[in-house]
């Protein structure tokens, strides 16, 4: 089988929700690219990439509980899986390989 | 204070939102909100709502939606079609009675569909149809507006030059008159000719594949010819700008070929091959301005934006202005788009015309078809029995009622689509026949699209028509008791069942009551005395020099004993030439319109043709010398003048005085439908009407002698021209075709129907005897009779046609004598008339269902009552 890409925008994705863990869904993820790489992200984006990563076997689901702050809505809670897990460290080893290439920068 | 996230937003999220998504996304945009909320107004947030809510309409988002269901429909589409088909071929008696009835309805739809179709295209191709108008003269006469469109020659070029509205005006004329055309060594003798001024190219959209519409006719001596015209007389050769002679020896003139017409389409009111200019008319004969001399047809195309009313308004009295006589009649103009179909009048106002008969055949269209649909419905319902198993099993793991009526759409669909198909292959062979029958030039469009949406939709709505009315039935069953065991009421909703079978033999019962009406007018008026002799009787029109040597002719065909007589006249004795209402007698009233027929005759007329002589006598020349100005009137004359005693009066008619000699009984000269008009016989004082020689052949010798010495003598008489010549009983019995025609179509019709009907019934008829069958063993064994027992099953399969008779017996009863009103020579149709239908229908049936019932009853009571 031919190997799987991912794109920009899912790796960080699929990072995320490596991260978040047990607070991996679809508004936490917006809020986090929001705060941390200050960028704006529409929620829906997030929602159609997390399912696309779900449809690829990079992630599971679950449903969480709901919050007052949710109109007591449940939550789909992401959990990355081994394969996921997988495609993100080699993705992490070949950008550090490719890193290498780099002449180091020379502090002028 | 909390405010709510926007209900609006969130309702048409979960339109399109897939429902296994819907909650933790309807979740994160509220939680999104709220946040919202603290960092913006409520009226911002609740923007931003509404934008992110409309942003999760994507692909991404929308296509999560569909699979699995479309999958699962599919699934149970092809399940459906499976069934279907195993149902058709278990019962395939059943299947095809509800095929071949559907069958013959769709195709006798689409037959009277094409020509209905056909009907409303006549004469809408042209470009600017709804600015062409055709004149009529209105007259008041006797009280009574009577409406015409045969118009004065003088009234086109009037119209032309004083009104500013029009912007071009035509005299159109096709008489039919004989010409003869000469091309080197070829000779074609044609009638399909016409006259028209030179702006008929540019007004109608004939197209012209040579030449120029706009000067085609601007030299007088040109003729426009069609391309089947011009290769019949150029064969392959150029035709555009050669010169053709028309008539012959000194007599003729040549005419240049300035235009080839492309051939007229079939659906035209207009007939010609060929055109010639009113200019060449008038070359001859002057200018023509009298006004009281009614002859062309004159078409009118008014400039854009004329408002018609007020157009009329203004034109209605231009014949009174013109000639200072304020009695005469008005002209107004009436579109060319409704002339095929809405040019009757009566007092003044259009009422209909073609378009009640083609409003007739529609109904006839819908009927058929209604009668196949009552076939499925009545056969699905009374089968109902047979799926209801089916249906509660269906049921029970958890088809909906919808799934169920889906299904069984599907089946009478997949029914219906079998049938166009069938019938699309029988309208394909048989149009042909369908065109000769009504004389229409009828085509399947293959290559339309819309002929195959028409076909597609005709198919899905019979489908839905039939199907309908099952499906809701069938798909309403309780799956619990039927699964008990508790059976449906053994016939089902019987009484509309009845309701239905009633309306179909009551149209059947209807156009059997047609059928024997026409069939009995026709006949009628076939027996008609004619007043004349037709046996061995032929005319002759007077073509090239056989006007010059008639006198040789006839006295070598006395002589030679071919003829036993010969009359020459102006008129065959089968049409009108010219009738007058300006006849003048003594004691006229000066008011009296009646219209007098004139024929003129040069001797014998009454011997040759056969009319009996009642009073005075036959003309003679001579034996005497002045009955070149003797006159014989027809019973009808005598009446209408009011002579008692006719012999030796004096009447005037153009200016001559002629003295009635005799009175002939009366004959018919026109139509034989009609009452007989007063016929006035004039001498041969003047020489100009004649035309036609009537010869009555010698009956001693065989026809064909007879012909074949005609034919010799033609030869030598007119030797330019072929030899023709007409039976005057073959030309008498084309007055019939229209009858016949209506004859022929009701008949295929009810036949038509009947089959329909019949297959319905004999469906139903083996059903009722296949539930009953115990009973009828039952019955046997407590001593029941063959007879009793067949009397029992077909009272129940007839009671519904008796019904039939009793409501719809009146209606064709009148709606018949309406149909015999618009003939004033009829049958009255008497009281037998609707019983006769009646029991030939009620046989018809008791016939079908006693092939069922006779041995449902002689089977033997073991047999059915052996197994429980």
């Known amino acids: 089988m031919a190997k799987e890409f991912l794109g920009e925008f899912e790796e960080i994705i699929l990072t995320l929700v490596a991260g978040l863990q047990e607070d991996a869904y679809g508004a936490a993820i917006a809020e986090e690219i929001e705060t941390r790489l200050k960028r704006e992200v529409n929620l829906s984006a ?53 890193w290498k290439l780099v002449p180091q920068l020379q502090i002028a | 204070m909390k405010a709510n996230p926007p209900r609006g937003a969130l309702r048409m999220l979960s339109w399109f939102c897939p429902n296994h998504l819907y909650e933790e996304i309807e979740g994160d945009l509220i939680q999104q909100f709220s946040r919202d909320l603290k960092k913006f107004s409520e009226v911002r947030s609740r923007r931003r709502f509404y934008w992110n809510m409309i942003r999760f309409f994507r692909p991404g988002i929308l296509l999560r939606n569909k699979p699995t269901t479309r999958l699962n429909s599919l699934d149970m589409f092809t399940n459906y079609l499976k069934v279907a088909f195993r149902v058709m071929l278990r019962n395939k ?51 009574k507006i009577n409406s015409w469109d045969v118009t004065a020659r003088v009234l086109a070029p009037t119209l032309k030059e004083e009104y500013t509205d029009v912007e071009s005006a035509i005299s159109y004329t096709a008489w039919g008159e004989q010409h003869l055309f000469v091309r080197g060594d070829k000779r074609i003798v044609k009638t399909t000719g016409a006259y028209a001024d030179s702006a008929f190219l540019t007004m109608f959209s004939f197209p012209l594949v040579k030449g120029d519409a706009r000067t085609a006719f601007k030299n007088p001596q040109s003729i426009v010819i069609t391309e089947k015209f011009a290769r019949e007389l150029f064969g392959d050769q150029e035709a555009f700008g ?69 157009f009329n308004a203004q034109v209605k009295d231009i014949i009174k202005i013109h000639t200072k006589d304020t009695s005469v009649h008005e002209v107004f103009l009436y579109p060319l788009t409704k002339m095929r179909l809405y040019s009757k009048f ?7 015309g073609r378009i009640e008969i083609i409003r007739l055949l529609g109904v006839l269209g819908v009927c058929l078809l209604m009668i196949a649909c009552i076939n499925f419905i009545n056969l699905s319902t009374a089968r109902a ?22 299904q069984f759409l599907c089946e009478s669909i997949l029914l219906a689509f079998g049938a166009g198909i069938l019938s699309l292959a029988a309208v394909y062979l048989g149009l042909p026949f369908f065109s000769r029958l009504v004389n229409e030039h009828l085509t399947l469009e293959f290559s339309n699209i819309n002929f195959w949406i028409g076909g597609l939709s005709l198919i899905l709505i019979v489908g839905l028509l039939a199907g309908s009315y099952p499906a809701l039935y069938l798909s309403a069953f309780r799956p619990v008791k039927i699964l008990k065991g508790i059976s449906l009421s053994r016939t089902g909703k019987s009484w509309l069942r009845a309701t239905l079978v009633v309306i179909q033999f009551g149209i059947a019962i209807s156009l059997m009551v047609s059928v024997f009406v026409v069939q009995r007018q026709i006949n009628y008026v076939q027996n008609r005395d004619t007043g004349y002799d037709k046996e061995n009787l032929v005319y002759q029109y007077f073509t090239g020099t056989l006007r010059k040597n008639y006198e040789s002719y006839k006295n070598e065909l006395l002589q030679l004993g071919a003829a036993e007589s010969i009359t020459k006249t102006s008129t065959p004795i089968t049409n009108r030439w010219s009738n007058t209402d300006g006849i003048k007698w003594e004691g006229k009233d000066p008011n009296d319109k009646t219209l007098f027929e004139r ?38 004359a005598v009446k209408a003048m009011g002579f008692t005693d006719p012999i030796g009066q004096v009447i005037k008619d153009n200016g001559t005085e002629w003295h009635v000699i005799g009175v002939v009984k009366d004959f018919i000269l026109t139509s034989p439908f ?111 009779s063959v007879f009793s027992i067949t009397n029992m099953l077909t009272w129940a399969s007839v009671k519904p046609i008796l019904i039939a008779v009793l409501f719809f017996g009146p209606q064709a009863w009148f709606a018949m004598n309406w149909w015999l009103s618009s003939y004033p020579y009829r049958i009255s149709i008497g009281i037998f008339t609707i019983p006769l239908a009646a029991l030939s229908v009620i046989g018809l049936a008791i016939l079908i269902t006693s092939i069922q019932t006779i041995r449902a009853a002689k089977a033997n009571p073991v047999n059915s009552l052996r197994n429980e």
């Open chain 1, 46 to 98: 997030v929602h159609v990439t997390l399912y696309r990563l779900e449809d690829k076997g990079l992630i599971k689901s679950k449903f969480g509980g709901g919050t007052n702050e949710r109109g007591g809505r449940k939550k789909r809670i992401f959990t990355i899986t081994n394969s996921g897990l997988a495609m993100l460290k080699a993705m992490k080893e070949a950008r550090i390989d490719l």
């Open chain 2, 93 to 143: 008696g059943y299947s095809f009675i509800n095929l071949f009835s559907l069958a013959l309805g769709i195709t006798a739809f689409a037959f009277l569909f094409l020509w209905i179709q056909n009907e409303f295209t006549y004469d809408q191709f042209h470009a600017d149809k709804d600015r062409i108008y055709k004149a009529w003269n209105r007259v008041n006469a006797n009280g």
């Open chain 2, 242 to 310: 050669e010169t053709v002679y028309i008539g012959e020896g000194g007599d003729g003139l040549s005419l240049t070929v300035t235009g080839v017409l492309k051939d007229l389409p079939a659906n035209t009111d207009f007939h010609f091959e060929y055109m010639i200019p009113y200019s060449l008319v008038e070359k001859f004969n002057g200018k023509e301005t009298y006004w009281g001399n009614n002859s062309v047809y004159t078409y009118v195309k008014l400039k854009p934006g004329t408002d018609i009313s007020n």
């Open chain 2, 346 to 352: 009566e007092n003044g106002v259009p009422s209909g």
């Open chain 2, 385 to 406: 029995q047979r799926r209801a198993k089916e249906v509660a099993v269906r049921k029970v793991t958890g088809a909906f009622r919808n799934s169920l009526v889906i």
């Open chain 2, 599 to 636: 024929i003129y005759e040069d001797s014998h007329f009454a011997t040759t043709v056969g009319l009996t002589v009642i009073r005075g006598r036959d003309m003679d020349l001579e034996k005497f010398p002045t009955d070149s100005t003797a006159a014989v009137l027809n019973e009808a």
């Open chain 2, 674 to 784: 009609n009452k007989v008009e007063p016929v006035i016989l004039f001498g041969c004082k003047q020489s100009w009407p004649f035309s036609v020689a009537h010869i009555k052949l010698n009956s001693a010798n065989s026809t064909q002698e007879n012909i074949q010495i005609m034919a010799d003598l033609a030869k030598k008489y007119n030797p330019d021209y072929p030899f023709e010549y007409e039976f005057v009983d073959v030309s008498y019995a084309r007055k019939f075709a229209n009858l016949e025609t209506t004859r022929t179509i009701t008949v295929l019709a009810s036949f038509l129907t009947i089959i329909i009907a019949g297959l319905g019934l004999l469906g139903l008829s083996t059903y009722l005897v296949e539930i009953r069958v115990k009973e009828i063993g039952i019955r046997k064994v407590m001593g029941a």
